[in-house]
């Protein structure tokens, strides 16, 4: 039986969360996607292509990823029935959003735990009023 004569694989919601889980770390790790890219032997198309989940992460690419994140491969698979893997996705995707990792390593080299408060008052009182400008 010829299996390679079937359609085109799809791309699956797991296939998605794999690719979020692999861009939050990689930004938490520092790295561009042209780094990543050369230390796994894709360009960086290839990861920004697996980071948006248009293509599915091959196991052995995966496990070198997962290798240069400095985590398990299970990271990638947890599963999102289970409350705290639910909580580390939606996690996860904050960190995608611009700037929260830069914003992050900022606030974690305050030393000083009043100035801290008085950051993040900062940080939720401008979110507040971004949410009032908008009508929310």
């Known amino acids: 039986m010829d299996i390679s004569s079937g359609p085109p694989k799809r791309v699956t919601e ?16 520092g790295l561009s996607q042209t780094a990543l890219g050369l230390a796994v ?3 960086f198309q290839q990861v ?3 980071e948006k989940g248009q293509n599915r992460v091959g ?11 400095e985590v398990p491969v299970s ?9 705290t ?9 904050f960190l995608h959003a611009k700037g929260a990792v830069e914003l992050l390593r900022a606030y974690a080299e305050i ?5 801290r408060r008085e950051v993040l008052a900062i940080v939720r009182s401008t979110a507040q009023l971004v949410q009032s400008s908008n009508g929310e």
Do not use: C, W
């Open 111 to 115: 030393e000083d735990d009043q100035m």
């Open 14 to 29: 797991a296939d998605r969360l794999v690719g979020l889980r692999i861009a939050a770390l990689r930004k938490a790790r």
């Open 48 to 50: 920004q292509k697996y």
């Open 85 to 93: 893997a639910r909580e580390q996705t939606e996690l996860l995707g």
């Open 75 to 83: 990271t990638f698979f947890e599963d999102s029935d289970n409350p």
């Open 41 to 43: 032997g894709v360009t």
């Open 59 to 69: 196991a052995g690419r995966l496990r070198e990823i997962a290798r240069l994140l």
